[in-house]
């Protein structure tokens, strides 16, 4: 499945940004396993912008509105699965009662409430869509908003660079 992620670096030209945002994007693929393979846009419509323009904040504002989606729809998967469900239901992954009809084993809450936990603490995979410099997924407002300022350093935060990853899962 073709997936599109934000890669967030911090570079003096553009030069210095791909070979960044290529070193990042093998290091995530590496490191995650949810993706197989992957290739940073280096030209064209979706190549790479400073964050500081006006398409590198539309960029950002559509992949963190993405991640959050993501985060709060798991979310209340979870919040369904614990409300529904006996400890002891959870620890043996029986079938749960979802919304008053029984679910088959393979798709209750239940079969993916490990998963959807560990997808709550993980920093990347394919419902985070933005990634900062140190190639970990940005999962809140606050790691977004200490990226832009890029660390704390104002100079720093004007070379911040946005570049556009197609991933495969």
Not at 43 to 65: H, K, M, N, Q
Not at 93 to 102: L, M
Not at 151 to 166: H, P, S, Y
Request: hydrophobic letters at 35%; aromatic letters at 8%; a negative charge.
């Amino acid at each position: 499945m073709k997936h599109d992620i934000l890669l967030l670096v911090f570079a003096d030209d553009k030069d210095e940004a791909v070979s960044l945002a290529e070193f990042n994007l093998k290091k995530i693929i590496e490191n995650d396993q949810t993706f197989d393979y992957g290739s940073i846009v280096n030209e064209g419509e979706l190549g790479p912008v400073r964050a500081t323009s006006s398409d590198g904040e539309t960029r950002i504002t559509v992949a963190i509105e993405r991640t959050e989606a993501n985060f709060l729809r798991i979310l209340r998967k979870i919040r369904d699965t614990l409300r529904c469900s006996l400890d002891t239901e959870i620890w043996e992954r029986g079938k749960v009662e979802y919304r008053g009809e029984v679910q088959p084993e393979e798709d209750t809450l239940l079969d993916m409430f490990r998963y959807n936990c560990l997808y709550i603490g993980r920093s990347s995979g394919r419902y985070t869509h933005i990634y900062d410099p140190d190639a970990l997924g940005i999962r809140s407002p606050v790691h977004l908003k200490n990226v832009l300022g890029g660390w704390g350093d104002q100079a720093r935060a004007d070379q911040l660079w946005v570049f556009v990853a197609d991933v495969r899962c």
